[in-house]
């Protein structure tokens, strides 16, 4: 069965940086594009990243274009999420997701916390 395991999350101060790290499994990760998700307290859950299946397209969030990066390493069946340059407002849960065939997949979700 997919499954999507997130971790690298935590408390940073503002202007830090996190990595948040996603391994991929029952499923062909290589040929799948890959998207980070993120939802804040009282918000709805927004789209932050995605990458194609061979990371030679990315498209960001206006509000995190050039302090984020997503990646991935088809070896490692993992996509990433670097993070510079936190603000308070970047604070959430950042999910992992997949769209293999027609169902959509989730991870259990990682805690970014914003704080000084």
């Known amino acids: 069965q997919v499954q999507l395991v997130e971790s690298g999350g935590g408390l940073v101060q503002p202007g830090g940086s996190l990595r948040l790290s996603c391994v991929a499994s029952?499923?062909?990760?290589?040929?799948?594009?890959m998207r980070w998700y993120r939802q804040a307290p009282g918000k709805e859950r927004e789209l932050v990243a995605t990458?194609?299946?061979?990371?030679?397209?990315?498209n960001y969030l206006d509000s995190v274009k050039g302090r984020f990066t997503i990646s991935r390493d088809n070896t490692k069946n993992t996509v990433y999420l670097q993070m510079n340059s936190l603000k308070p407002e970047d604070t959430a849960v950042y999910y992992c997701?997949?769209?293999?065939?027609?169902?959509?997949?989730w991870g259990q979700g990682t805690q970014v916390t914003v704080s000084s």
């Open positions: 029952g499923f062909t990760f290589s040929v799948y594009g």
């Open positions: 990458i194609s299946s061979t990371g030679g397209s990315t």
């Open positions: 997701n997949a769209r293999v065939a027609t169902l959509t997949y």
